[in-house]
């Protein structure tokens, strides 16, 4: 996006802000784009640092907090390259969920928005008369989100290639996953239940209600037993090739719904912790101390993300999805286009706002974007430490409106942060054009 942006242009939007530059320091106010860590300009006008500052008093007026705890809360707020709040913004604390900012960040650089997992099915037998005699091989590529829907559009595939009984053992090899449970067994025996509707329960049913109407329910008995494997045999034959939803619907589900599972399995596939932590912090250009993880969900108090650090991921995540057409709202829920999953549960936040939050026994936080007349879009990092999880949620909200009416209510809601129409939409779980035949090729 920076060849984009002239340093006239620049100074435009900066004069319209208030601040008034020269034309080499709007060449320097642009960096932003391209190094969203960067903040080079102070804001002039002292609304939003009061407005927190007054919102810090109230959690000790309220007694959300006593006095010395005030130096535990964190806040960060910007617009563009103008710093609006600092409240102890670079130091990193415990924040939860926000976590799963960074996760983000990091799988869609490394995969990209267009990216599936694979999961192979094989075997060893041969197919006659809807029997396949041998085992049905499972090689697992870390898809994090096979889930009922997905199984069973599987297995009808199955069904379709003639195999309705397999005389053999469901083997699983490699990274493989069912429902989240993430033990290999476990998940392994998940599959085979999804595969057979005499073994269904009521969540299985019901989340089969929810699919394509017509679908129809797959037949294959498994006579075996659910074995794991460290490789797969010699002599498989492929079956079928299982594609999972793009890694844009994959980060959209996990931080709608705040899934630490999916959130563990992106950080593994991106290369673990430590990979994950170091190359969020260089493309957030920030210092490597503003973000301490030990894994890629949030939880644990160990993991430390400072409130700067939480809305420069942002922003990075934002500029690598307009790189690809999208925005950050593509990746998050957004008030008034989200309604589904924990996010917005409760929450009383302006229209058009993309959030994250966080969540700990003794941690609150709100992090995300909201659109403003005066300032355009302010990103917003809040992590409050203390108790009384559902009080200070209600005086984030309470902080962004305030913010909103002072800064004007935008008149749209800009392009910027408008999901677009297929990230709006429900997942399409259980999709048969996501399911390759390859029957033995």
């Known amino acids: 996006m920076l060849e984009l942006f002239g340093s006239g242009?620049?100074?435009?939007?900066?004069?319209?802000?208030?601040?008034?530059?020269?034309?080499?320091?709007?060449?320097?106010?642009?960096?932003?784009?391209?190094?969203?860590?960067?903040?080079?300009?102070?804001d002039p006008n002292p609304v939003s640092k009061n407005t927190v500052q007054k919102y810090l008093q109230n959690l000790?007026?309220?007694?959300?907090?006593?006095?010395k705890l005030t130096q535990s809360q964190g806040i960060w707020m910007q617009s563009g390259p103008m710093l609006m709040a600092n409240h102890q913004g670079k130091n990193p604390v415990p924040a939860a969920s926000l976590t799963k900012i960074a996760t983000s960040l990091v799988a869609f650089k490394t995969f990209g928005p267009d990216y599936q997992f694979e999961t192979l099915i094989g075997t060893t037998g041969t197919i006659k008369n809807g029997v396949l005699f041998g085992d049905l091989i499972i090689q697992g590529g870390g898809d994090p989100?096979?889930?009922w829907e997905e199984a069973i559009a599987i297995g009808n595939s199955l069904n379709k290639m003639g195999i309705k009984q397999v005389k053999g053992n469901l083997v699983v090899v490699g990274n493989f996953a069912m429902n989240f449970q993430r033990n290999s067994t476990l998940a392994g025996q998940l599959f085979q239940q999804a595969?057979?509707?005499?073994?269904w329960n009521r969540n299985i049913t019901l989340q089969y209600s929810r699919m394509a109407k017509g679908t129809p329910k797959p037949q294959v008995e498994i006579t075996g037993q659910v074995i794991t494997q460290p490789e797969v045999a010699e002599k498989t034959s492929l079956l079928l090739r299982h594609r999972s939803l793009p890694m844009k619907r994959l980060?959209?589900?996990?931080?709608?719904?705040?899934?630490?599972?999916?959130?563990?399995?992106?950080?593994?596939?991106?290369?673990?912790?430590?990979?994950?932590?170091?190359?969020?912090a260089q493309l957030a250009r920030v210092p490597k101390s503003e973000i301490q993880?030990?894994?890629?969900?949030?939880?644990?108090?160990?993991?430390?993300?400072?409130?700067?650090?939480?809305?420069?991921m942002l922003m990075a995540i934002q500029k690598e999805?307009?790189?690809?057409?999208?925005?950050?709202?593509?990746?998050?829920?957004?008030?008034?286009?989200?309604?589904?999953?924990?996010?917005?549960?409760?929450?009383?936040?302006?229209?058009?706002?993309?959030?994250?939050t966080g969540t700990l026994n003794t941690v609150s936080a709100l992090a995300g974007v909201l659109p403003t007349r005066a300032r355009g879009l302010v990103?917003?990092?809040?992590?409050?430490?203390?108790?009384?999880?559902?009080?200070?949620?209600?005086?984030?909200?309470?902080?962004?409106?305030?913010l909103v009416k002072q800064l004007q209510v935008a008149p749209t809601t800009p392009a910027a942060i408008t999901p677009h129409a297929d990230t709006k939409a429900l997942p399409n779980l259980g999709a048969v054009n996501r399911n390759e035949v390859v029957q033995g090729g």
Request: overall charge positive; some cysteine; proline content about 4%.
């Open 9 to 42: 242009l620049v100074t435009v939007w900066l004069n319209m802000a208030g601040v008034q530059v020269k034309p080499l320091e709007a060449l320097e106010a642009l960096t932003w784009q391209s190094t969203p860590g960067v903040v080079v300009l102070p």
């Open 251 to 280: 980060i959209k589900e996990m931080n709608v719904f705040s899934n630490n599972d999916m959130a563990e399995m992106l950080a593994e596939a991106v290369g673990g912790t430590e990979i994950l932590q170091t190359k969020a």
């Open 379 to 402: 990103w917003f990092a809040i992590v409050n430490r203390g108790h009384r999880i559902s009080a200070f949620r209600s005086q984030q909200d309470k902080l962004l409106d305030q």
């Open 145 to 147: 989100l096979l889930v």
């Open 195 to 199: 595969l057979n509707p005499s073994r």
């Open 293 to 312: 993880l030990i894994n890629g969900s949030g939880l644990g108090v160990e993991n430390r993300i400072s409130p700067r650090a939480a809305c420069a």
């Open 60 to 67: 000790v007026k309220t007694k959300l907090i006593d006095t």
């Open 321 to 356: 999805a307009l790189a690809h057409n999208l925005n950050v709202a593509d990746l998050f829920p957004t008030s008034g286009f989200d309604r589904r999953g924990t996010i917005m549960y409760g929450r009383n936040l302006p229209k058009a706002t993309v959030i994250k």
